[in-house]
């Protein structure tokens, strides 16, 4: 589920829509996490063979480290991806704001935490674009997330969070002895695909969709 302060809105005509803060949300909030609602797509699922419904669900899932695909039922699958984001997951699962966030201000995150299947281009337009987001962008980011991550839930008991009340006992615990402690930290190394698969590049061939496409929505 989106932290409820959050709207559709049109991002510019090459990109489409993208999710904008409808009012603000502070540093160290939840801004996603994923609640009992979620449409959960296993590996071997019919709908993974249908050419059309696997157009829709690669385009708007994102990947768990088990495999599962994971299709949001609100806005959230409409996030779109920023080298710079304002928001990135953790190895708790749930997503975090990583600075404030002004209202009108967009929404993004970092589809390099969400384990992608191939190899993309990116054309974010972030002074920091890395050019690239790759299926081993866990395992050369990891130290800069975590540290970004650190950052934020230091802020977590002194902001108000809508959303923490969908978090699941255990992560629960496991976030209360971090932040109680500062013990147990989960790394959003936790996050990557058990069994990847080699990694291969997006041809660019006059099948592929428009680049904005492939870094455009949540998955």
Not at 11 to 24: E, K, N, Q, T, W
Not at 74 to 80: G, P, Q, R
Not at 138 to 167: C, E, F, N
Not at 186 to 196: C, E, G, I, K, T
């Amino acid at each position: 589920m989106l932290h409820p302060a959050t709207e559709l809105g049109a991002v510019s005509p090459d990109i489409g829509v993208g999710i904008f803060a409808s009012g603000f949300i502070p540093k160290g909030t939840i801004i996603y996490i994923k609640d009992p609602l979620e449409i959960v797509i296993e590996e071997g699922d019919n709908r993974l063979q249908d050419p059309a419904m696997r157009k829709l669900i690669d385009r708007y899932s994102y990947m768990e480290p088990t495999g599962k695909r994971i299709v949001s039922w609100d806005l959230a699958k409409y996030m779109n991806h920023s080298c710079d984001a304002n928001s990135i997951s953790t190895g708790y699962g749930f997503e975090i704001a990583i600075r404030d966030i002004e209202p009108g201000e967009e929404i993004t995150d970092d589809y390099g935490l969400l384990n992608v299947e191939q190899r993309m281009p990116c054309c974010c337009g972030a002074s920091n674009c890395r050019g690239w987001i790759g299926e081993d962008d866990i395992q050369k980011y990891h130290t800069k997330w975590d540290s970004l991550a650190r950052d934020a839930l230091a802020y977590y008991y002194y902001v108000s969070q809508p959303l923490g009340g969908l978090m699941d006992t255990l992560t629960r615990r496991q976030l209360q002895r971090y932040l109680d402690t500062g013990e147990g930290f989960r790394s959003v190394n936790q996050l990557r695909l058990h069994a990847r698969k080699p990694a291969r590049a997006v041809s660019l061939s006059a099948d592929t969709p428009p680049l904005i496409e492939a870094v455009g929505d949540f998955g």
